[in-house]
Nanobody, 129 residues
Framework: QVQLAESGGGLVQAGGSLRLSCAASRRTLSNYAMGWFRQAPGKEREFVAAISWSGGRTYHADSVKGRFTISRDNPKNTVYLQMNSLKPEDTAVYYC??????????????????????WGQGTQVTVSS
């Protein structure tokens, strides 16, 4: 079983930047495709970004494209979400998630929450106007 721990959240002014990290324990993250999701108060969980197991393929939601970047460092067992030009509407709890890979020849990413096997506890990001 993979244990995921997010960090790097906090309070930032609009236009600022944050970098979220998702560290894994007990298993190597290179066996997993990874994703970031977020949930704002009173709203459903929303896909943010995803990355294949090797890092060769990424996908970002339209709402964050050009501002957020997902990346990973497999030797460090860590996935990142660099968030620039933050807006108040980015305020949410951010979660990382892991999807076990069975075909390492397919560089696949996943955008639906139900496809993921493991989730972290989340980290709060608050953007003030």
């Amino acid at each position: 079983q993979v244990q995921l721990a997010e960090s790097g959240g906090g309070l930032v002014q609009a236009g600022g930047s944050l970098r979220l990290s998702c560290a894994a324990s007990r298993r190597t993250l290179s066996n997993y495709a990874m994703g970031w999701f977020r949930q704002a108060p009173g709203k459903e969980r929303e896909f943010v970004a995803a990355i294949s197991w090797s890092g060769g393929r990424t996908y970002h939601a339209d709402s964050v494209k050009g501002r957020f970047t997902i990346s990973r460092d497999n030797p460090k067992n860590t996935v990142y979400l660099q968030m620039n030009s933050l807006k108040p509407e980015d305020t949410a709890v951010y979660y990382c998630a892991a999807k076990r890979v069975t075909d390492f020849g397919a560089y696949v990413y996943y955008t639906a929450g139900y496809e993921y096997d493991y989730w972290g506890q989340g980290t709060q990001v608050t953007v003030s106007s």
